[in-house]
């Protein structure tokens, strides 16, 4: 399935969205426990991708041809 | 001096004598501009008077170039410049060379100037402000790459939210060249959609420094951005222009870094929350089930198949006991005749006699004697009583007469 390919916005919306089905309720158990267990699936997901980001800073540079590149940046400390 | 001149060598004369003295190469006027006229050469012509009289006045394209506030009809200014003559006109006329508004300042006047008009064309129109990206992928920083300024920015975005990346485009953020640099940052951003989110600013620094931040040039190119732009210049009183055209402004760098992106502490625990309601929604659903269960398995449409089930089951315990009953009296009736039976030919048995003193002899190969011809004397006779045999021999035999008889 393409659930492993969703960004966090993506997987929060789905979470929201299985939520708010389950709390209506309207659907049968069984569909009600398979979307109880994607939303716990997404719930891992979401919390993964936050404790394995990691900030990527780079700084755009003019080359001497005129090409502009992109090269790792760490701002100096003052 | 009876001989006429030529009216150029008049003007001629005339120019020199004033272009000569001291006080006119220099002076400060001040007056209320009127006839304000702009001419495609990039010189602007106009009128300096008071309630008496009036002056014109030219103000050549370099200088009219780096004024940063427009002159107006009915404007109170402070003009500095040389007087001289204009010899095809005759008219002496103040070559300006500088013009600042009296009574404000120049930048102050500069940005009401640019504020009114560029609110007037529907740059600040909050209905043309964008939505910020709520999880931006990428952020480009339009500022100095040194400095506070940006480097708070990157802290505070890698804190919150590291799942976006930083792009620095560095710009001079003061001078001259300023301007032109942000505006072409901007629109370098939005040609190679390097971001879907760009903060340009600066940190603090005097109305001066923010300049660059004031200008048309700027506005427009945030303006035209069809990446959503916050504004970050300076610290919190500090208002530009460019905060008025941006889709967000931010009172610091800091707080555009706070805007730009959700913070994870919260995200985690909107999660949890969700977790928590996701939960209650399936324990309720589950509840839900198990009350109609309960709720069905009382109804009598559950139940009466089951009491059918027991009646059946009694009813049959009751053939099957009535069955075993007359099995049971059928043997019965079978075990008395039997017995009766048993009992007859008991009493028929010859054996039952010996316990009367009655005995049977038998002859060595197991044959009953009825007879006297069936031994001769010296043959081995074994006698049979009621509790067992007598191992004997014939002595002898003897005929009796009412055998004959019968």
Not at chain 1, 38 to 53: N, V
Not at chain 2, 99 to 106: A, L
Request: proline fraction near 5%; hydrophobic fraction near 40%; charged fraction near 30%.
């Amino acid at each position: 399935m393409a659930e492993k390919k969703l960004t966090f916005e993506q997987a929060m919306a789905r979470l929201e969205e299985i939520v708010a089905q389950l709390e209506a309720g309207e659907q049968p158990l069984d569909q009600s426990l398979s979307l109880y267990e994607e939303g716990a699936k997404l719930m891992k997901q979401c919390a993964s991708m936050l404790d394995k980001a990691e900030q990527k800073v780079t700084k755009l540079r003019m080359e001497t041809t005129g090409e502009l590149t992109e090269v790792p940046f760490a701002p100096l400390e003052e | 001096m009876n001989e006429p001149i030529s009216v150029t060598a008049l003007n001629q004369y005339v120019k020199g004598l004033l272009d000569r003295d001291r006080l006119l190469g220099r002076v400060y006027v001040c007056g209320e501009i009127s006839n304000y006229k702009r001419y495609p050469s990039g010189h602007h012509y106009f009128s300096l008077k008071d309630a008496e009289s009036a002056i014109r006045c030219v103000l050549f394209r370099r200088e009219a170039a780096a004024l940063r506030f427009q002159p107006e009809n009915g404007m109170k200014v402070v003009v500095s410049g040389r007087v001289s003559v204009y010899p095809r006109d005759g008219a002496y006329q103040l070559y300006c060379a500088q013009m600042t508004p009296d009574g404000v300042g120049e930048l102050a006047l500069a940005f009401e100037q640019l504020k009114t008009r560029l609110h007037r064309e529907g740059l600040f129109d909050p209905a043309r402000k964008k939505p910020l990206p709520p999880y931006p992928k990428r952020i480009a920083l339009v500022t100095s790459p040194a400095g506070a300024a940006v480097r708070d920015m990157i802290r505070i975005l890698g804190a919150r939210w590291p799942m976006t990346e930083v792009l620095v485009v560095p710009v001079r953020v003061q001078g001259e060249e300023a301007p032109g640099e942000i505006a072409a940052a901007l629109d370098l951003v939005n040609a190679l959609d390097l971001a879907d989110l760009i903060i340009t600013g600066r940190g603090g620094g005097s109305m001066e420094d923010l300049w660059a931040f004031n200008e048309e040039e700027v506005a427009r190119a945030v303006f035209r951005s069809h990446i959503p732009v916050i504004s970050a210049v300076g610290h919190e009183p500090d208002i530009t222009i460019s905060d008025y055209v941006a889709d967000r402004r931010a009172s610091t760098p800091s707080n555009a870094a706070e805007l730009a992106v959700p913070d994870q502490e919260e995200l985690r625990e909107t999660l949890d929350h969700l977790y928590r309601r996701l939960d209650r929604a399936v324990d309720r659903r589950l509840q839900r089930q198990r009350d109609a269960l309960v709720r069905l398995s009382g109804s009598p449409f559950l139940r009466s198949p089951l009491r059918t089930v027991q009646e059946k089951r009694m009813t049959l315990d009751l053939y099957r006991q009535r069955l075993v009953n007359a099995l049971d009296r059928q043997t019965g009736a079978h075990r008395q005749s039997v017995a009766r039976l048993a009992a007859a030919l008991d009493a028929l048995s010859p054996f039952k006699v010996l316990g009367r003193g009655y005995a049977i002899p038998y002859r060595e190969d197991g044959a009953v004697l009825a007879s006297i011809r069936q031994v001769k004397a010296g043959d081995p006779v074994d006698i049979r009583v009621s509790d067992g045999t007598i191992h004997c021999r014939a002595e002898g035999k003897e005929k009796h007469q009412w055998q004959k008889r019968s």
